[in-house]
């Protein structure tokens, strides 16, 4: 199951033991399984010792206990409950950087909507002129010019498990960073034209331009109409046959994630 899941970030295993010659199990485990953490009579809350050997316990992400008893009997349970974690939500431009003095400058680099480049321009400026807010505007410089190229990595690195998301996210991205840097524009270019060519990917791409329509429109009649667009389409790519796998999990996955935020919106305020 580790060696399966662990890559996805979205499951992993934990071992526990109960052995008085410690530093024995401490060896026998680093040298049969030094990727998996455990720990010495490990009692976490919910799962109370005591039911054999081996006895196994299976949690969601959420941290509820789902299931225990034989390992083998719990691993047809794991697929259906990596399926439901969500994915893990990449750092921002800035990470963890807080400004000080140039929040006007930062705020416009979190925009998805503003180009970077002139905004990249500025700070350099800065730099080169010196003063009270030359620091800042270099620790911004290092901090955006590092994100980028991590961010082309880890978008190639998805490429061929979400080829949907792929192709949004090159499409923004080409959008954002046009004049940044030439190489890196050339190889998000060739990561959206290999993900256009996955069968669905470009009805999903159109289904997510009307939800972006939807988002920014002025009209809750017009909104309503982008969105109701939006899923026939991506209902179109799960239920045909001629989208990739892939793509059928990724627009699947859209609608959930579309039916989970219009029940949190239909709540009502206590």
Not at 91 to 105: A, K, N, S, W, Y
Not at 144 to 154: C, L
Not at 177 to 188: N, P
Request: net charge neutral; hydrophobic share 40%; glycine share 8%.
């Amino acid at each position: 199951m580790q060696t399966k899941y662990a890559e996805s970030e979205k499951f992993t295993v934990v071992l526990s033991y109960a052995q008085r010659r410690e530093q024995q199990a401490v060896d026998f485990l680093t040298e049969n399984a030094p990727n998996i953490p455990a720990f010495n009579q490990l009692n976490p809350t919910n799962a109370p010792c005591g039911g054999g050997i081996p006895d196994a316990y299976l949690f969601d992400h959420t941290g509820r206990l789902v299931s225990r008893g034989h390992p083998s009997r719990l691993y047809e349970h794991v697929p259906a409950l990596v399926a439901k974690v969500p994915d893990p939500i990449p750092p921002g431009i800035l990470g963890t950087f807080e400004p000080r003095h140039l929040v006007d400058e930062a705020a416009a680099l979190e925009d998805p909507t503003k180009p970077v480049a002139p905004i990249l321009e500025r700070l350099a400026a800065l730099v080169e002129r010196g003063g009270g807010k030359a620091e800042e505007a270099k620790a911004l410089l290092e901090q955006v010019r590092g994100w980028i190229p991590a961010e082309v990595e880890r978008l190639g690195a998805t490429a061929e498990k979400y080829p949907a998301s792929c192709a949004v996210h090159a499409q923004r991205f080409l959008a954002r960073f046009e004049g940044v840097d030439a190489a890196l524009e050339k190889r998000v270019e060739a990561l959206h034209k290999t993900a256009l060519k996955t069968p669905g990917v470009k009805d999903y791409v159109r289904a997510l331009e009307d939800l972006d329509r939807a988002a920014t429109s002025g009209s809750a009649r017009k909104a309503s109409q982008f969105e109701r667009r939006a899923r026939e389409k991506l209902q179109r790519i799960v239920e045909g046959s001629r989208a990739a796998r892939a793509v059928k999990d990724e627009a699947a996955a859209k609608l959930r994630e579309l039916d989970g935020q219009t029940s949190a919106g239909s709540g009502s305020g206590g």
